[in-house]
């Protein structure tokens, strides 16, 4: 049986939004505590209830005025989500730019190639990864493609008569 992703996808997308905001899960909460550490996310997720929380791409090195919010980053987010996989973790994205490449010697890269590494070294846990557009050389699909990860490519053109995968989310 061939899985259908296009379809599955978006009905997922659907009935996730749609239960978060009707009330189908009464446990959800939607976070507005001050997160800044991975201790932070395991204190308020310790337990049996579905978190919400906003997350942000935050500049390296930016200063926020006091009392200002502060969210989460999108590195520790996608850090927590790939440690506390079980069984799958499934992505719909636009692109990937996680490969750190030599020429480039910066540190803020070093995130991005440690999201890799931790999606590529995932032991026991499905990768499924919807990507937008047509098959390209993409080292960092390449790599987790390499390291068993299913990669359907959506060509939305083809599929709807326009448009693209806008959407970066993660489900685990």
Not at 5 to 11: A, K
Request: net charge neutral.
């Amino acid at each position: 049986m061939t899985f259908i992703w296009t379809p599955s996808i978006i009905i997922l997308m659907y009935l996730t939004c749609k239960c978060l905001s009707s009330g189908i899960f009464p446990s959800c909460n939607l976070s507005q505590y001050s997160i800044q550490d991975e201790s932070d996310i395991e204190l308020l997720t310790n337990n049996d209830k579905c978190h919400v929380f906003l997350v942000e791409s935050i500049p390296e090195n930016l200063t926020f005025s006091p009392g200002s919010p502060k969210h989460l980053s999108t590195y520790l987010a996608w850090k927590f989500l790939i440690d506390s996989a079980k069984t799958n973790i499934s992505i719909a994205s636009f692109y990937w730019s996680l490969f750190v490449d030599e020429k480039f010697n910066f540190t803020t890269t070093e995130q991005g190639s440690d999201i890799l590494q931790k999606l590529i070294h995932r032991k026991g846990v499905d990768l499924k990864i919807a990507q937008n557009g047509n098959k390209t050389n993409s080292t960092d699909l390449m790599n987790l493609t390499d390291s068993g990860a299913h990669i359907k490519w959506l060509d939305f053109h083809r599929l709807v008569g326009r448009g693209i995968l806008h959407t970066k989310l993660w489900l685990v």
